[in-house]
């Protein structure tokens, strides 16, 4: 009796391993099979993008495509573990923040040979998302999309204060007083007893609906579109140092702490402070806020929580220093360590192809990186009666980039938690943006 | 009348125990809209089973829990195996170094497994292991010291007379340590396999840094990057969570009685 | 084999000390066969990462590039930067919230428990339960627990008129939340440890106590704490190393914020190694949680055999 225990102990764990190392080598190919592994992180995008997949695949029967899906904060993580350990997916998105990093540590493939064996067209991408990604000579990847910030308002909340959509246009803000977008929010912030916060007898703990809802990880959707607003460059040049404590830039901070604190008219950061703050889409649908301030990539989660003409977008207000937005594309790349080149490559190619990016665009899931086809995003939209053609305007004046520079990691990691602070009222503008100076500029060799 | 407030008193905290699991699963039941409008002790009306079928397929739970069966499994079988073998040698040979060598096995018991991890996750890298089974499996899969210890513990209780009598009739080592030692050390191997089952099932640190891909992805990592995914779609996680405390809930009502009484029996060494 | 030598033959007393020598060869063999497995294991996957990562603290490496040896550097700034001793202090504070409250509930209900009473089995299984839940499970389900809006908490506390806290997103209130997953998990773990060690101190102790005349609060002072003391001593150790080494919940819940409120060392260790790949600092790091863990052992080690000895001397 006991015997048999043992011996079927002994034997569970001899089939148990056999059956690890055989889930573990499936990955690999069978059967003349190559399967591929495509790492994202937007889930909003991931379904056109899987349905266009499905395409290539029956045009290359022996390869197969797994999408690896990781939101953002575990993506970066996730993917240079992978990178470490040797086993990173074989095509990924890849980020400006990330890319000094990944070029300089040669986990890349450099694109330019395969560029020129195949004879692809680049001149068809948009020349300020490629250029980006060339390091002497060398092209670590080819444009996926491009985004830049808006402001999403819900139709009905702007009609419930009595405001159109024209009211949000040509909207300015101080660092002094607000100017007349703070003016606007505050119309658009209301309290139980339906007071507004430049009312007497307004109750700040009691609030029943925000003018604004902001919510970034990095800066990207909030402060850094004001900074630039406001003359500020987070970067003294390229490569360079980052400038987060100049004086332009703690203002911009500053008006977005003010925002929150001082105007009581965004969303308490004890809301929407990441990671467990809601996304933005779910505030204004759930109507805890009026308005967001969030990217062109958010385009169909708006869409899904406030449907059929439920939002709008409007451009972001202009400061001090004019209008801008802050402007990122992504490119798609391939691993140098993937044991399938040439079919990574088949996939990169059809991922930048006109056809891929078309579908997606067709989709509205993003502003595709291939130029001509920005109309076809716009008129997606347009059928949808959302007018999208702010986003490009915005694209086409004033606008920045992240930040170019080794130390973008580090960056990304300590803004979210100084950041978090400020937005909290526990740490003052003035010292956070010297606390991420300091901090990002030491981790710069 | 002190004997009914000890009562009350026991149940409120009985009601606190379970009240998480009982709005959890209650709640996973119930249509996305009501787990917001709705209180969490409300029972569930109209059922649904949407939130599980949604989680199961399309977010590949099934998936997950396999991956975590298969892991949770191999290091379970590895680990009662191997730690009877050195439990034996331990606790009943006599070799030089037994003492030095057990001391170190005991020493460690206390290192962090925050501590070895970086090493850890270079080993596996220079072995070609990163997203792999085997990966996961191999640092636990020989045996831990606290297992080693719980078993030889047991082993030394055990009269050395039988062991005797066995080695006179001619039996040798493996044979005294399978047909004597093994029938009557039963209740502490269940034990030790459904310590270790529930430990590695929950375990999400070395699969967090081990394994990235999506073919291995274990159930932990899984729930956690749903969460990370759709941190205010309740309905969504709460049948995820539910789905992943479920196998534990049955291994536990299952070993109840050996859990209980192990417990007890590592407070009192 | 050696087994093989006949016995029929009158064997000198060389040849049987050769013998015995044999055997003694065969017993040291068949020990280490068996050692074999654990003893690979244990020094390929513990021993050698233990001397790894003291070895890796001295690097300054992103684990993609070539390491580059800096000595003592890495020391030096962790004993510099501020967020190391907020990690220290957040971690000491989560132990703080955590143990008193978690022995001080499980000593009562062992002490409840610790009678014939109909249920009580039953009741010992329903504390247990929540001993083996997963982490990261009890993560997602606390979110939603204390969620501002639809969790349960607030809306008790709406009932009577309280307007909740944003829990989770509010720096004072973050790790207290956090806290109370693990009280709620191991109280009962706690408890049945407890239990035994009451239904170890023999009965007529008390009886005695009793005819001496003396309150239940006195017997508790003179003779249950007492003898409670080993079990005590157990269940404070384990439970503080495991506390010291929180990880999971606050991984899920939290990552570390609202604004640092519950980046915890073993958290911080996770990101300068695996978001930042500072894996020289980060091994750096976990020297130091290492020698926190061994410190605070020791201090428990010394005060309770101290304190046994005193009371049974």
């Known amino acids: ?445 | 009348m002190k004997r009914v407030a000890l009562y009350l008193a026991l149940l409120a905290g009985a009601v606190v125990s379970v009240a998480p699991y009982l709005m959890t699963l209650n709640s996973a039941f119930k249509e996305p809209a009501q787990v917001l409008t709705t209180p969490a002790w409300e029972p569930a009306f109209p059922l649904t089973f949407d939130n599980f079928a949604q989680v199961w397929s399309e977010y590949d739970m099934a998936g997950f829990l396999l991956h975590s069966l298969v892991y949770a499994g191999a290091v379970t079988a590895g680990q009662v195996v191997f730690s009877t073998m050195a439990a034996y040698a331990f606790g009943r040979m006599s070799f030089p170094g037994r003492d030095a060598l057990f001391w170190g096995y005991l020493a460690t018991m206390m290192v962090p497994q925050i501590v070895t991890l970086v090493p850890l996750f270079l080993i596996m890298r220079e072995f070609g292991l990163i997203d792999t089974y085997l990966g996961l499996i191999l640092p636990t899969a020989f045996g831990t010291p606290y297992g080693i210890f719980l078993v030889r513990q047991y082993f030394r209780t055990i009269p050395r007379d039988l062991e005797s009598a066995a080695r006179i009739d001619g039996a040798g080592t493996l044979t005294v340590l399978v047909r004597v030692l093994l029938p009557l050390s039963r209740p502490i191997l269940a034990t030790l396999a459904t310590i270790t089952f529930i430990t590695t099932w929950n375990t999400l640190l070395w699969p967090l840094i081990v394994t990235n891909g999506d073919a291995t992805r274990v159930v932990t990592l899984g729930i956690s990057a749903l969460k990370g995914q759709y941190s205010s779609q309740y309905h969504l996680i709460l049948a995820a969570a539910a789905l992943a405390l479920l196998p534990l809930i049955v291994i536990f009502l299952l070993f109840q009685r050996h859990i209980v009484r192990s417990i007890a029996l590592t407070g009192l060494k | 084999m050696i087994d093989n030598i006949p016995y029929d033959r009158p064997v000198p007393g060389h040849r049987r000390a050769e013998r015995r020598l044999a055997a003694r060869v065969r017993t040291v063999a068949e020990a280490y066969a068996l050692l074999a497995p654990s003893l690979a294991g244990f020094l390929l996957f513990l021993v050698a990462p233990i001397f790894g990562v003291a070895a890796l603290s001295l690097f300054d490496w992103n684990l993609m590039g070539a390491p580059s040896f800096v000595g003592l550097d890495n020391y030096r700034e962790l004993a510099a930067d501020p967020e190391v001793w907020r990690a220290v202090l957040n971690t000491i504070y989560y132990v703080v919230l955590n143990i008193p409250a978690q022995t001080v509930l499980a000593l009562l209900l062992a002490l409840a428990l610790n009678r014939r009473m109909r249920g009580g089995k039953a009741l010992r299984v329903v504390f247990v339960l929540p001993w083996m839940a997963m982490p990261v499970a009890l993560g997602i389900i606390w979110s939603w627990v204390f969620d501002p809006r639809y969790g349960v908490v607030n809306q008790v506390l709406g009932m009577v008129g309280i307007d909740g806290p944003n829990w989770l997103t509010d720096p004072a209130w973050a790790m207290p939340v956090i806290a109370s997953v693990n009280v709620w998990q191991y109280t009962g773990y706690t408890m049945l440890i407890l239990l035994a060690g009451l239904q170890a101190i023999p009965h007529t102790l008390y009886e005695a106590a009793a005819i001496d005349g003396t309150t239940p609060v006195q017997r508790f002072f003179t003779i249950t704490l007492p003898l409670l003391r080993p079990s005590l001593f157990f269940v404070l150790v384990t439970n503080t190393i495991g506390s010291f080494q929180i990880f999971d919940t606050v991984f899920v819940m939290t990552q570390g914020g609202p604004g640092g409120a519950t980046d915890v060392l073993n958290f911080h260790i996770y990101q300068q190694g695996f978001q930042l790949f500072r894996s020289g600092y980060a091994s750096a790091l976990a020297m130091v949680l290492f020698a926190l863990i061994l410190l605070v052992t020791a201090a428990q080690f010394l005060y309770f055999r101290k304190r046994t000895v005193y009371d049974f001397s």
């Open chain 1, 1 to 445: 009796m006991s015997r048999k225990i043992a011996l079927s102990a002994v034997a569970v764990a001899t089939l148990l391993s056999l059956a690890a190392c055989g889930g573990a080598d499936d990955e690999d190919s069978s059967g003349g099979t190559v399967t591929l592994r495509y790492a994202l992180w937007d889930e909003v995008q991931k379904p056109p993008i899987e349905q266009s997949i499905r395409e290539f695949e029956k045009a290359h029967p022996a390869i197969k495509v797994q999408i690896e899906l990781n939101n953002w904060n575990d993506y970066w993580s996730k993917l240079q573990t992978q990178l470490a350990g040797r086993s990173a997916p074989d095509v990924f998105w890849d980020h400006v923040s990330y890319f000094p990093k990944f070029s300089k540590e040669g986990v890349l493939t450099d694109l330019a040979p395969l560029i020129a064996q195949d004879k692809v067209d680049t001149s068809i991408y948009d020349s300020k998302l490629a250029e980006g990604w060339k390091v002497d000579g060398k092209v670590y990847g080819l444009p996926k999309d491009w985004d830049t910030i808006g402001l999403f308002y819900s139709t009905k909340a702007l009609k419930d204060a009595g405001l159109t959509p024209a009211d949000l246009d040509g909207l300015t803000w101080n660092p002094d007083d607000g100017g007349t977008f703070v003016k606007t929010l505050q119309k658009l912030t209301v309290d139980e007893n339906g007071k507004h916060p430049d009312e007497a007898g307004f109750d700040p703990k009691k609030v029943k609906q925000y003018g604004l809802a902001m919510q970034a990880p990095t800066g990207q959707q909030d402060w850094w579109n004001f900074a630039l607003q406001n003359g500020c460059a987070l970067q003294d040049k390229p490569w360079g140092r980052w400038t987060v404590d100049q004086p332009a830039c703690v203002q911009a901070i500053q008006f977005v702490q003010d925002l929150r604190l001082k105007y009581h008219v965004a969303v308490p950061a004890t809301v929407t402070n990441p990671p467990n703050g809601p996304s933005l889409d779910q505030v204004v649908g759930r109507g805890e806020a009026a308005t967001a301030m969030d990217g062109s990539w958010m385009l169909r989660a708006f869409d899904t929580a406030l449907p059929n003409g439920g939002f709008g977008v409007a451009d972001l207000p202009a400061g001090p220093a004019g209008k801008g937005s802050v402007y990122n594309g992504l490119t798609e790349a391939v691993y140098a360590g993937t044991k399938h080149p040439k079919e990574a490559w088949e996939l990169l190619k059809w991922l930048t192809s006109e056809r891929h990016q078309k579908a997606v665009a067709q989709a509205g899931a993003v502003w595709p990186g291939i130029t001509s086809l920005n109309d076809v995003f716009a008129d997606a939209w347009k059928a949808k009666g959302v007018d999208v053609t702010g986003f490009k305007k915005a694209a086409e004046g004033t606008t920045m980039g992240y930040p170019l520079t080794e130390a973008a990691d580090v960056y990304n990691v300590k803004a979210l938690d100084i950041f978090n602070q400020v937005w909290l009222g526990q740490l003052s503008p003035q010292d956070a943006a010297q606390k991420i100076t300091t901090e990002a500029n030491a981790a710069i060799k």
